[in-house]
């Protein structure tokens, strides 16, 4: 710990002493710290909703009795008479205790609060000289419900070391009310998104978290044991191949929102649990999905902030449709700096590749490659939404062959500000073609690379039942609430990212 560290810690150490001193007080006063049952009958924002507009003149005529409940967050104290905040779950307000109102042991009870204090108050409203909208607390208005022992963090906006925030979230919650504005508007969005599937006749479902065999996904799993049943099962790494396997049982629209997890690192837009929205429509195409992205993340936005346009860490956003759209090869024609005459010819490829830097193996297919150069040099240059297409088979084991150039597939990504939101594609459902797609996943397991799939032959055998020409579509809900939110970090917007052990 650094010298400033310790002597907060001290600090902290102190008040927690002085905070037990008052517990010890209070009890034997008869006080009990932690009632149940009382009811708070409104909210800080039905109050303010209701009175903010009304003249102080006015006020004096209302004589509605409001009781909240919420947290004390600050104390301007005059002796006999004190202004007080309360926070709750709506915002905050402001309350005025006086001695002569609240009475000899009401106001003795006010002088043992401390901040962070969770308390219920009633009284009418009124404006003070300076036009703020306040309760007067009334007699036996004020009752203490949850005695804080750790006092909040004084200087919380100056704290440098981020991860505190994250790993303490539930003071990054009482103290900074922006945090809560995060985790209001992703819950909005994910409400959003429940409506407009919903309204398109799309059936939400739930698949297996734990799977025997991790598929849908090229991605490293987390694995575990099931004692009982004596076999190994995988956190999954996305819910594709069950959804597909509703459609071929014929339900044709389905969509579920919940957790996918990646055996992965971490980084700002990395984390290894996290939300995506997966859904799959029957008599579909990838390009009908393209176009249903565009009218989904118009009618969130427009619904969430009335606009299309917002900024993203200083950039500049508009989703008005019709969104660009590149092909993977012209993506790194025009954006990516590379020679037509590569794109063609695999050793070239393969040198152009390892003149940037990437590591490229002795059996890595030309479609991994191409993907890899395009990783490195185009998606940074992805800054409005960009539609990017007609990826390779190569990195592609579970998308439709397009029917002109077999050597590509009929799938998209959606880019915004240099990151991938969204994946969908035409789905494969020729159970022949699948298990060849399987078979070389599989070689390129025994190469070594640990995320390729393995063989799903219940999977195959749902196809072999015949599984209508479909379309599906994952989009990352993490990252579409940090653009529409506008944070830096996906742990801004996840309730308890997942931290290193906390070094002591």
């Not at 902290?12 to 034997?28: P, T």
Request: proline fraction near 5%; hydrophobic fraction near 40%; aromatic fraction near 8%.
């Amino acid at each position: 710990m650094s010298e400033e560290q310790i002597e907060i810690v001290k600090e902290e150490s102190e008040l927690v002493r002085k905070r037990r001193e008052k517990i010890e007080a209070l009890k034997a006063e008869g006080i009990d710290l932690y009632p149940n049952g009382i009811c708070a009958a409104d909210t800080t924002a039905s109050v303010i909703e209701r009175y903010e507009a009304i003249a102080p003149e006015d006020l004096e005529n209302v004589t509605e009795r409001f009781t909240l409940a919420g947290r004390l967050m600050a104390v301007r104290d005059f002796g006999k008479g004190a202004f007080v905040i309360i926070q709750d779950r709506k915002g905050r307000i402001q309350a005025f205790f006086r001695k002569d109102r609240l009475g000899e042991n009401g106001f003795a009870l006010f002088k043992k609060l401390d901040m962070g204090d969770i308390i219920w108050i009633a009284g009418r409203v009124f404006k003070t000289r300076t036009g703020e909208l306040t309760i007067d607390v009334e007699e036996n208005g004020l009752r203490l419900l949850s005695k804080s022992l750790r006092p909040l963090p004084e200087k919380w906006h100056g704290l440098t070391d981020v991860e505190t925030r994250y790993r303490q979230r539930y003071l990054d919650l009482i103290v900074n009310p922006d945090v809560r504005k995060v985790f209001q508007k992703r819950s909005r969005i994910i409400s959003l998104i429940r409506r407009f599937m919903e309204e398109r006749d799309f059936l939400e479902v739930e698949t297996p978290m734990l799977q025997p065999q991790a598929g849908g996904a090229v991605a490293r799993p987390f694995k575990t044991h099931h004692n009982a049943l004596g076999m190994n099962l995988f956190l999954r790494i996305a819910p594709e191949l069950y959804l597909k396997r509703l459609i071929t049982g014929g339900l044709d629209r389905v969509f579920e929102i919940n957790r996918n997890f990646r055996n992965e690192g971490i980084s700002t837009f990395h984390n290894p649990e996290f939300t995506m929205m997966e859904f799959y429509q029957a008599y579909a195409t990838y390009e009908d999905l393209m176009a249903m992205t565009e009218e989904l993340f118009v009618y969130i936005a427009q619904n969430l902030n009335g606009s299309l346009n917002f900024t993203y860490q200083g950039k500049e956003i508009d989703l008005t449709p019709p969104w660009r759209r590149l092909t993977v090869r012209d993506a790194v024609l025009q954006l990516g700096g590379m020679d037509a005459a590569a794109t063609d010819d695999p050793t070239r490829m393969a040198d152009h590749a390892r003149k940037l830097g990437i590591e490229v193996g002795k059996n890595d297919p030309p479609g991994k490659v191409l993907m890899a150069i395009f990783d490195e040099t185009v998606e940074k240059n992805l800054v409005q939404p960009t539609f990017i297409t007609q990826y390779p088979v190569d990195v592609s084991p579970l998308s439709r062959r397009n029917a002109e150039d077999p050597s590509i597939v009929d799938r998209f990504e959606l880019y915004i500000c240099g990151k991938e939101i969204a994946n969908a594609f035409s789905e494969l459902n020729d159970p022949v073609d699948q298990r060849g797609r399987f078979e070389m996943q599989l070689k390129e397991r025994e190469a070594g690379d640990l995320e390729a799939h393995e063989m799903d032959e219940d999977y195959i055998a749902a196809l072999e039942c015949g599984m209508p020409p479909t379309a599906g579509e994952g989009i990352g809900i993490d990252r579409l609430v940090m653009l529409l939110t506008d944070s830096a970090s996906i742990r801004d917007v996840i309730f308890f990212p997942l931290l290193r052990h906390k070094e002591e």
